[in-house]
């Protein structure tokens, strides 16, 4: 079992997860109950174990090819959408190097998901360039938008961890990705309605220019005013730890910094923090933090 989420629509006793699936290059779902270990196999063509989520009695995954949503209680399977490019994915043997849809992430109301793609073009010189496509589908119309996409420069030239807020469907996020060593600009923000995108945390620099804040693994706050992240613990400047950022202020705050954090999750309420942390000796930790919020 890789990602467990929790499943409100099914019982207090029950979750649901994700299993790779063993030579094949796809995973299932499956409802597991807590009390006795038994499975239920809801799917069996997920594209990848994080291409998931559960928002009350549905299940919404995708295929990579297309969008569907399953219904907890009967089990019924929708299909909601299609890749754009669904029918060159559909001749060619599916691969990551196609515009497969990723990462599905829905509004606090239901009304909205955001997913991306990977995909690429040649130049004049027949070079391939990369560059990542961001969309937004619409429950209520049915229809998915392509309202970005985004490149940056070689040698970490993807973008990643695409979530649309929880309060404003106008508003995406997403991360540089690459080496946290090097890469100086890791949240961003893209708003749908103004077409304006910025980073949104400045990083720290020495005298020299050499990176001394790594910051990674983003989730939304739930208020949609902020995002929680981890500064690594092997960022030179000190403390490292859990921290938060507001849209209004791109100076991050670290909150607790008594572990060696690695991811970080936030509770519906923003009350609860959960994190795991980096092995150190062969233990790692899984951490509860509850949150002071007025």
């Known amino acids: 079992m890789n990602v467990f989420k929790y499943c409100e ?6 979750t649901v997860g994700a299993n790779e699936k ?3 290059d796809v995973s299932e779902i499956v409802i597991c109950n807590l009390e006795t270990g038994a499975q239920e196999v809801v799917c069996d063509d997920l594209m990848c174990f994080e291409d998931y989520l559960v928002f009350g009695k549905f299940i919404f995954y995708s295929t990579g090819l297309e969008l569907k949503r399953i219904n907890i209680e009967n089990k019924a399977v929708d299909i909601l959408c299609r890749a754009p490019e669904f029918e060159r994915i559909q001749s060619e043997e599916k691969s990551w190097d196609l515009p497969l849809l990723r990462n599905p992430c829905i509004t606090a109301d239901g009304k909205y998901i955001s997913m991306f793609a990977y995909n690429g073009r040649k130049n004049e010189f027949g070079r391939i360039i990369r560059f990542v496509e961001m969309f937004r589908y619409s429950i209520n119309e049915g229809k998915l938008v392509k309202v970005f996409e985004k490149a940056f420069k070689e040698p970490f030239w993807d973008a990643g961890h695409v979530m649309i807020s929880p309060t404003d469907c106008n508003k995406l996020f997403y991360c540089h990705e690459g080496n946290s060593h090097y890469v100086t600009n890791r ?3 893209y708003d749908i309605g103004k077409q304006t995108d910025k980073n949104i945390a400045k ?3 020495d005298e020299n220019g050499c990176l001394t804040e790594c910051f990674g693994h983003e989730i939304w706050a739930p208020d949609g005013k902020g995002l929680y992240f981890v500064k690594y613990s092997d960022s030179p400047k000190k403390p490292t730890g859990l921290c938060y950022v507001s849209l209004d202020d ?4 670290i909150l607790y910094s008594k572990y060696r954090y690695w991811h970080v999750s936030v509770s519906d309420n923003g009350r609860f923090l959960l ?4 092995s150190d ?3 790692q930790r899984v951490l509860l933090v509850k949150r002071f919020v007025k």
């Open 275 to 278: 994190s795991d942390t980096q």
């Open 187 to 189: 949240l961003w923000m």
């Open 203 to 205: 990083q720290d620099m």
């Open 9 to 14: 629509g099914v019982s207090k006793n029950k």
């Open 22 to 24: 063993p030579f094949t």
């Open 281 to 283: 000796n062969f233990i």
């Open 250 to 253: 791109p100076n991050a705050k």
